[in-house]
């Protein structure tokens, strides 16, 4: 006979009930702190400062119990939301200095992500990481002096023997696209050591091969606009940054609010971090040429645009280009999140948005999307903002136009699709008349050459009759062929041959 009493069975089940609905409760305020820490920074009725000091609180009560979440989640903010940097390094400022032991956590388990990153060819990701961890210097979590240290540990890649060019220029490249966000607080308390590391990345710079230059260029000419190799173009905007002593004014910086509070925390310093050796099976991103179409000029009301070599330029085409990554798929969302960028009123935002999408379009040796991708963007992006974008686009279809006759000839086939598929979608108008001067030149030109491509492009997407119909009478020469049916026995000797067939039968 069973030895249990009547009632275990009940004990049982209000055991088993009880540890469902704990578990129940667990889930229930993970997933309400994973939406505090994810929604922070969003449009609120309070400020940005009071969220944060808020959601420090919150987080900071809660850390016994969801330490292990919190960390995973702010790690995963910080390389996955690379745009909200500066609110995630405040928050964690903030938490560092309510509990050192927790900062000291968040700086071993972010160097390990990095170290990771590394390993597994996750190059946004390290720098992303690289980025974050210089940020933490501003908000008094890491000292200056083993930022720096390890700044310096990443330019001495650019030393190896015997190692892909591309893997000095990434390692290189991560350092100087991390100096916008930390670059003033080294210049005020590491002055030379920051001057040392720059005269490191200037000697590589100047014995460094550039071969890929000419085939990477959309134009084989440099009017108006240098067409500059990557690395090249964001030293020239570093150092122009130095110049101004190191102040931008694009990034957003929440923490100076807290530097009363911030500043009495204790400092954490990074533990010695080895770039990993190269291993034949790492591939490395590719060099490009920065694209360039409009300038001040061209934007004339409004906010000023900045100049090619303004910081400012840099961090606002990242920040688009990264917006299009993580929304490229969704052509609705992409152009509701690229209108909606959140510096706006500081740039003329439309003129900035073409000259993206085109760059990327134009990416040698291939764009990293579909071309069809960046075309049905644009669609959406004219049918969103109807009272600006159809100007910008048809004032730098104008540009690419003019320039047509030095364009590559792989971007031009890309201009002539897209520029076909861009008109098939707005019933084909277009204000020939002011293109008719190149019916004047050979009709081998690229100017006239590019016209009677597209018009073979529209055929397929529409009917000879129509694509004759928009077109003025003097463009006649460069219509495509009237496609007529081959049916052969309609032909003068179809007859012979039916009896010369019935003879040999």
Known sequence: MSRRRPHDDDDGYERAHRKRRRVSENQEIEDRLESLILRVGEKSTASLESNLEGLASVLEADLASFKAKILRILTECAIKMPEKCTIYTTLVGLLNAKNYNFGGEFVEHMVKNFKDSLKTCRWDAARYSLRFLADLVNCHVIAATSLITLLDLMVDVAKEEGVPNVRKDWYVYSVLSALPWVGRELYE??????????????????????????????????????????????????????????????????????????????????????????????????????????????????????GAHSIERFLIEEHLHQILEVNHLERKDCASALLNFPYKAKIPLDYSIVEIIFAELFHMPTPRYLEICYGSILIELCKLQP???????????????????????????????????????????????????????????????????????????????????????????LLPTKPEPNYKYTHDNAGKDIIICGCLK
């Open 189 to 306: 308390k590491k002055e030379s050591q920051l001057e040392m590391l720059l005269v490191k990345i200037e000697v590589f710079l100047n014995k460094r091969s550039k071969k890929h230059h000419t085939a990477l260029r959309v134009w084989s000419q440099d009017t108006p606009h240098p067409q500059e190799e990557y690395l090249d173009c964001l030293w020239a905007q570093v150092r122009k940054l130095r110049q101004d002593n190191w102040v931008e004014k694009h990034i957003p910086r929440p923490y100076l609010a807290f530097d009363s509070i911030l500043c009495e925390a204790l400092q954490h310093n990074l533990p010695t971090i080895l770039p990993p050796p190269h291993d034949p099976s790492y591939e490395y991103p590719m060099p490009w040429v920065v694209f360039r179409m409009f300038d001040y000029t061209d934007c004339p009301e409004g906010p000023i645009l900045p």
């Open 387 to 477: 009272s600006t974008m159809p100007q910008v686009l048809a004032q730098a279809t104008e540009i690419l136009f003019m320039r047509i006759d030095t364009m590559n000839v792989t971007c031009f086939d890309r201009f002539v699709a897209w520029f076909s598929y861009h008109l098939s979608n707005f019933q084909f108008r277009w204000s020939w008349d002011d293109w008719d001067f190149c019916l004047q030149l050979d009709l081998e030109h690229p100017r006239p050459k590019f016209v009677k491509e597209v018009l073979q492009k529209a055929l397929r997407l529409s009917y000879f009759q129509r694509i004759k119909e928009i077109m003025p009478e003097i463009y006649e020469p």
